[in-house]
């Protein structure tokens, strides 16, 4: 009895902050016409949004990791003067919001940033790389990176030494100890973080907003037709699109890192 009254606050804001606004969201296409649901897929426009938004979250994923994972074994299994003052630099960007990362995007790629002024000097014109996709690309890399570094890190430290020592003294060459001593220990991480990493960046408002006058990705698409167009039907549909992509990849990162799991254990 004394945990069902506990509980009831709990369920309270579930049902009024979750529950409630998530049926509303579901039930609003349906006012416009079941089409409505469909529409991320039977009009060009909304699809290609889709579309650039996960291969640009995607490839940012597969960098990500691949540079974090580098970085965090290299910081996880060396101890040098600095390592702690260079870990909290690197890891910094977690305390920036999306509108400051691409803020700083600006003033480097920006029309008055450093890399126009350069082109302007090589090529007698101003180059600029951050209105686009490029500058989305190193936006969000630069925003993922801190985390990812961060995981890798933890991981590399709880490493043992012997079983890389184990695989030298047989003769294996490095590629052979990355793919069968870093690679058992890193998966389970790098499919927890890749899941992350590429929810993000696909659900990321503050970045695209500031960045994507070149480059339109869902969530731009989704403020519009809520803001510009108060076209709400339309925009929980391209919201449930969303939700789900990215609901379907965490679930298959969940599904997989499990294995791997169980598969080691």
């Known amino acids: 009895m004394i ?9 309270v804001v579930f049902a ?41 979250s995607a490839v940012v994923t597969l960098v990500s990791l691949a540079v974090a994972a580098a970085v965090g074994l290299y910081l996880g299994r060396r101890q040098f003067a600095g390592r702690r003052l260079l870990l909290s630099v690197l890891t910094l960007p977690l305390s920036f919001p999306g509108v400051i990362v691409g803020f700083f995007v600006i ?19 101003r ?3 951050a209105y686009g996709v490029t500058g989305l690309f190193l936006a969000y890399v630069y925003f993922s990176l801190p985390r990812a570094i961060a995981s890798f890190t933890a991981v590399a430290e709880r490493m043992e030494p012997e079983l890389e020592e184990a695989a ?11 793919r069968d001593v870093w690679w058992p220990a890193l998966q389970p ?11 993000t960046a696909m659900g990321a408002f503050g970045t695209a907003f500031t960045l994507a006058s070149r480059f339109e990705v869902l969530p731009i698409t ?42 080691g254990a």
Do not use: D
């Open 3 to 11: 945990l069902a009254v506990c509980a009831v606050p709990a369920a």
């Open 16 to 56: 009024a902050f979750w529950l409630l606004p998530m049926v509303r969201l579901v039930l609003l296409p349906a006012s416009k016409g079941w089409t409505t649901y469909f529409a991320v897929l039977t009009e060009p426009r909304y699809l290609q949004s889709l579309w650039q938004t996960t291969l640009l």
């Open 127 to 129: 180059i600029t790389f």
């Open 168 to 178: 030298r003294s047989l003769g294996a060459q490095r590629w052979h100890i990355a």
């Open 222 to 263: 989704i403020y519009n037709e809520f803001t510009n167009y108060a076209n709400f039907a339309l925009a929980a549909s391209l919201s449930i699109t969303l939700g789900l992509v990215t609901w379907a990849v965490l679930f298959v990162a969940r599904r997989f890192g499990a294995a791997s799991v169980g598969v």
């Open 189 to 199: 991480t790098a499919l927890a973080v890749g899941a992350i990493v590429f929810a």
């Open 107 to 125: 003033l480097m790629g920006g029309r008055q940033g450093p890399f126009a002024s350069l082109t302007e000097a090589v090529f007698s014109e």
